[in-house]
C-alpha cells in the first residue's frame, strides 16, 4: 500500500497558483494608500490614475480573500486584514527595490546589506555566532556571558559591568527608537556624550540610503526581537569627519542581543566594538587599506571581574 496515496499512480498534484504578473504594482499601490489614507495623495505619490489604483487594490483584495480598506467620511481606513499584511508588503516592496541595485543578498545564508550614496557608503554582514569564541578583545564573550547570566533582564546586577557599553532600543510604531546609550559605548566615543544624549528618542536606520534601506537594517532588530536569541554583524560605513565636511572610514562588529525592561516590555541591545579586522564579502580592498591606516581603539573593560575572566582566574 502506499504510505502517501496523494503521489499514487495517475494521481494530479495541484500546483500553486502562480502570482498575479502586476503584483509588485499591486502591492506599491497598497502600501502608498495605507500610508496616505487619500486616493487623490497616493494617485499622485504614484503617478497613476484613480481607476488603476481602485483595480490594484480590488484585485490585491481578492488575492487576499479580504477588505483591505474602508471608507469613512471619504478617508480610507486599514481593515484588521489591512494592518495585519501591511509590515509584510512594505518588507517585499524594500526587498525589491534594494535587491534590484545589488543591495541585498545572503552569505552563507545570512543576511548582506550594501548601500552608496555619493561620498557615504555602508556594508553589513550577518556572521556566525561562534566568531565571538575567536575574538581578540574578550568584551563580546563576556557580553554573552553577563547576559545569560541575567537572563536577558536589563537590570540584573550579572549586567551591571556591560551595561554602560551598550545601545539600548525600544520598538515604537514599527521603528526602533535609541532609548539609552551607554556612556562608554563606542557611540559616546566617536561623538560625545552631549551629542549622544540628544540622539535619544531617534529611530534606527534613517540613513542617508533611503527608507527602504532603513526597513532592511531593522530587519535585524526585528530577528533578535522574535527570536530573544543574539546576532553578530561585521559592519563597514563611513562617520562623519572631524570638521564635518566629508566622511571617514570606520569598521566595527556588532553584538546584538534581547532584552526585558524592567516592566517586562521587550528591549534590543547593542554592543558595537571598533576594529579594523572585519571581514565583509565584496568590500574594496582600498577602503580595508585605509582601514589599516586608522587608529581604532576596541572597548576595554576596566572592571575587576573582566580582568580576573581575562587572566582566566574567573568562572
Same mark, same amino acid.
Given at each position: 500500500?502506499?504510505?502517501?496515496?496523494?503521489?499514487?499512480?495517475?494521481?494530479?498534484?495541484?500546483?500553486?497558483?502562480?502570482?498575479?504578473?502586476?503584483?509588485?504594482?499591486?502591492?506599491?499601490?497598497?502600501?502608498?494608500?495605507?500610508?496616505?489614507?487619500?486616493?487623490?495623495?497616493?494617485?499622485?505619490?504614484?503617478?497613476?490614475?484613480?481607476?488603476?489604483?481602485?483595480?490594484?487594490?480590488?484585485?490585491?483584495?481578492?488575492?487576499?480573500?479580504?477588505?483591505?480598506?474602508?471608507?469613512?467620511?471619504?478617508?480610507?481606513?486599514?481593515?484588521?486584514?489591512?494592518?495585519?499584511?501591511?509590515?509584510?508588503?512594505?518588507?517585499?516592496?524594500?526587498?525589491?527595490?534594494?535587491?534590484?541595485?545589488?543591495?541585498?543578498?545572503?552569505?552563507?545564508?545570512?543576511?548582506?546589506?550594501?548601500?552608496?550614496?555619493?561620498?557615504?557608503?555602508?556594508?553589513?554582514?550577518?556572521?556566525?555566532?561562534?566568531?565571538?569564541?575567536?575574538?581578540?578583545?574578550?568584551?563580546?564573550?563576556?557580553?554573552?556571558?553577563?547576559?545569560?547570566?541575567?537572563?536577558?533582564?536589563?537590570?540584573?546586577?550579572?549586567?551591571?559591568?556591560?551595561?554602560?557599553?551598550?545601545?539600548?532600543?525600544?520598538?515604537?510604531?514599527?521603528?526602533?527608537?535609541?532609548?539609552?546609550?551607554?556612556?562608554?559605548?563606542?557611540?559616546?566615543?566617536?561623538?560625545?556624550?552631549?551629542?549622544?544624549?540628544?540622539?535619544?528618542?531617534?529611530?534606527? *536606520?534613517?540613513? /542617508?540610503? !533611503?527608507?527602504?534601506?532603513?526597513?532592511? @537594517?531593522?530587519?535585524?532588530?526585528?530577528? =533578535? &526581537?522574535? %527570536?530573544?536569541?543574539?546576532?553578530?554583524?561585521?559592519?563597514?560605513?563611513?562617520?562623519?569627519?572631524?570638521?564635518?565636511?566629508?566622511?571617514?572610514?570606520?569598521?566595527?562588529?556588532?553584538?546584538?542581543?534581547? *532584552?526585558?525592561? /524592567?516592566? !517586562?516590555?521587550?528591549?534590543?541591545?547593542? @554592543?558595537?566594538?571598533?576594529?579594523?579586522? =572585519? &571581514?565583509? %564579502?565584496?568590500?574594496?580592498?582600498?577602503?580595508?587599506?585605509?582601514?589599516?591606516?586608522?587608529?581604532?581603539?576596541?572597548?576595554?573593560?576596566?572592571?575587576?571581574?573582566?580582568?580576573?575572566?581575562?587572566?582566566?582566574?574567573?568562572?
Amino acid at each position: 500500500m502506499n504510505a502517501n496515496p496523494s503521489f499514487e499512480s495517475g494521481t494530479t498534484v495541484p500546483e500553486a497558483s502562480a502570482p498575479p504578473a502586476l503584483l509588485f504594482e499591486m502591492i506599491r499601490s497598497f502600501v502608498t494608500l495605507a500610508s496616505t489614507l487619500n486616493l487623490s495623495h497616493a494617485v499622485k505619490v504614484l503617478g497613476s490614475t484613480r481607476q488603476t489604483v481602485r483595480r490594484h487594490i480590488l484585485n490585491l483584495e481578492v488575492e487576499m480573500k479580504g477588505p483591505l480598506f474602508f471608507v469613512e467620511e471619504r478617508r480610507y481606513v486599514l481593515t484588521d486584514l489591512g494592518k495585519r499584511v501591511l509590515p509584510g508588503a512594505k518588507d517585499i516592496l524594500a526587498r525589491g527595490e534594494i535587491w534590484l541595485g545589488g543591495g541585498a543578498g545572503s552569505v552563507g545564508a545570512l543576511q548582506f546589506l550594501k548601500a552608496h550614496k555619493g561620498d557615504w557608503d555602508f556594508y553589513q554582514e550577518q556572521k556566525p555566532m561562534g566568531l565571538i569564541w575567536q575574538q581578540e578583545h574578550l568584551i563580546l564573550r563576556e557580553a554573552f556571558r553577563a547576559w545569560t547570566m541575567a537572563g536577558g533582564h536589563i537590570q540584573s546586577p550579572h549586567f551591571a559591568h556591560i551595561r554602560p557599553y551598550l545601545m539600548i532600543y525600544r520598538e515604537s510604531g514599527n521603528k526602533w527608537i535609541c532609548v539609552e546609550f551607554g556612556e562608554k559605548s563606542a557611540y559616546v566615543d566617536w561623538f560625545g556624550l552631549d551629542y549622544a544624549r540628544s540622539s535619544v528618542g531617534l529611530a534606527i *536606520g534613517e540613513l /542617508p540610503a !533611503g527608507e527602504a534601506f532603513g526597513h532592511m @537594517l531593522n530587519e535585524a532588530f526585528f530577528d =533578535v &526581537q522574535a %527570536t530573544q536569541l543574539a546576532r553578530l554583524d561585521h559592519v563597514f560605513t563611513r562617520m562623519p569627519d572631524e570638521d564635518g565636511q566629508g566622511w571617514a572610514p570606520m569598521a566595527y562588529e556588532r553584538l546584538m542581543i534581547s *532584552g526585558f525592561f /524592567p516592566d !517586562g516590555s521587550l528591549a534590543v541591545m547593542t @554592543l558595537v566594538n571598533p576594529t579594523a579586522s =572585519v &571581514q565583509i %564579502t565584496g568590500l574594496p580592498s582600498e577602503d580595508l587599506a585605509a582601514l589599516a591606516d586608522l587608529s581604532i581603539p576596541a572597548l576595554d573593560l576596566a572592571d575587576a571581574k573582566f580582568e580576573a575572566l581575562a587572566s582566566g582566574e574567573g568562572p
